[in-house]
């Protein structure tokens, strides 16, 4: 099982959007509705931003959203903020009820 | 509110064992898949394998060969073994809370380096 592709990286202004893609196949992300999204600051735990493709965990703001159409899924901080400038991964349960993981994107907030 | 404290040994040597133990504290136990998820130095993530309270365990293929989890529910408790190990292992695994298709919650990871 492949990792999933993700954009290496993304960046936009404070107040900006960004939008991140993670692109898989009918085994993984086009087959099931189990995409998850994690922010990941170096050193740390990372953090459940979405999962089920689109529902955000008790605490994330509601400036992250995400959605799937067929075997891409998407990622979007809308006003952006300093925080939100950390590595971002996609996973998706897959066929053979394994887990896969996008290959990362670094988000800069300019 | 669930934590996760993991521990293990940091150096080891090609050929040796990796061995880390990950604690649960709060929550429920059963209720749950345990999974270990790891991250080599400047790469992403990657999903080694699960396990649940009953010792049921479902591996990555790539790692299937040299991968074992096992689960003690006296001590809320579940470890990972990772035999014949090489530079490649090199890397920081989590210990995470599978709920649901997703991880919420995750241990504080534990550097490992195999080196000569």
């Known amino acids: 099982q492949s990792a999933l592709t993700q954009p290496p990286s993304a960046s936009g202004s404070p107040g900006q959007s960004v939008t991140i893609s993670c692109t898989g196949t009918?085994?993984?992300?086009?087959?099931?509705?189990?995409v998850s999204w994690y922010q990941h600051h170096p050193g740390k735990a990372p953090k459940l931003m979405i999962y089920?493709?689109?529902k955000r965990p008790s605490g994330v703001p509601d400036r992250f959203s995400a959605s799937k159409s067929g075997n891409t899924a998407s990622l979007t901080v809308s006003g952006l903020q300093a925080e939100d400038e950390a590595d971002y991964y996609c996973?998706?349960?897959?066929?053979?009820?394994?887990?896969?993981f996008g290959t990362g994107t670094k988000v800069t907030v300019l | 509110q669930v934590q996760l404290q993991q521990w293990g040994a940091g150096l080891l040597k090609p050929s040796e064992t990796l061995s880390l133990t990950c604690a649960v504290y709060?929550?429920?136990?059963?209720?749950?898949?345990w999974s270990w998820i790891r991250q080599p130095p400047g790469k992403g993530l990657e999903w080694i394998g699960e396990?649940?309270?009953?010792?049921?365990?479902i591996y990555n293929p790539s790692l299937k060969s040299r991968v074992a989890m096992s689960v003690d529910t006296s001590r809320n408790q579940f470890s990972l073994r990772l035999s014949s190990v090489a530079a490649a292992d090199t890397a920081v695994y989590f210990c995470?809370?599978?709920?649901?298709?997703?991880?919420?919650?995750w241990g504080q990871g534990t550097l490992v380096t195999v080196s000569s």
């Open positions: 996973s998706s349960y897959a066929d053979n009820k394994i887990y896969v």
């Open positions: 995470a809370r599978g709920s649901g298709y997703n991880w919420h919650d």
């Open positions: 709060g929550g429920s136990f059963s209720d749950y898949y």
């Open positions: 009918s085994s993984d992300v086009g087959g099931y509705n189990y």
């Open positions: 396990i649940n309270h009953s010792g049921s365990t």
């Open positions: 089920d493709v689109s």
